[in-house]
């Protein structure tokens, strides 16, 4: 946008956020929505593989506030940051500590591993330096609080794809 218009932009790269508000009804991303939305209808969370992949998990309220300052902080201009959580979580960790939000032990049924990173998080030392945010929200007390609120929410069928076109290599999940 700079070069072509004389725009400034910002770029960011959040990841795995999660938080109030989130639709817990699709069963093909995010999978703190996932493994709620199973909480919610009895059935055991699904985990691809061993579960000892790892992800950081971001809360929103870590995400959105650096979003919506950017454009009065000139030092970001141009620039791309990445966003997020400095703490990785296998997903069997994070399987308890939402079964825990829930008041629940986790019951979980593992699946097929997937031919995806297996371990996924990244450095946000240049955001911290131009950003300076405070604490993250800690995963466990922003689980908690998305539990909560989804609780307080009408149960929502999952979402169906009906139409995928491309079917190989597609998760088992997916699929039914």
């Not at 069963?27 to 709620?36: A, E, K, L, P, S």
């Not at 201009?77 to 032990?105: I, K």
């Amino acid at each position: 946008a700079r070069h072509m218009f004389g725009l400034n932009s910002v770029i960011f790269r959040p990841h795995n956020v999660y938080g109030e508000r989130q639709n817990t009804s699709d069963r093909y991303r995010n999978v703190i929505g996932i493994f709620m939305q199973q909480m919610l209808t009895g059935r055991p969370m699904s985990v691809f593989g061993d579960g000892l992949q790892t992800r950081a998990f971001s809360h929103v309220d870590d995400v959105a506030p650096l979003i919506a300052k950017a454009p009065l902080i000139p030092a970001a201009y141009n620039q791309t940051f990445n966003v997020g959580a400095d703490t990785p979580h296998s997903v069997l960790d994070l399987a308890h500590v939402v079964a825990e939000a829930f008041g629940g032990e986790p019951r979980v049924e593992h699946l097929p591993p997937r031919k995806e990173v297996v371990h996924a998080f990244s450095d946000h030392t240049k955001m911290r330096e131009v950003f300076e945010p405070g604490p993250c929200v800690e995963l466990r007390d922003g689980i908690r609080r998305m539990a909560e609120w989804t609780r307080r929410q009408p149960l929502l069928p999952p979402t169906r794809f009906d139409n995928i076109e491309v079917t190989k290599n597609l998760p088992p999940s997916w699929q039914s």
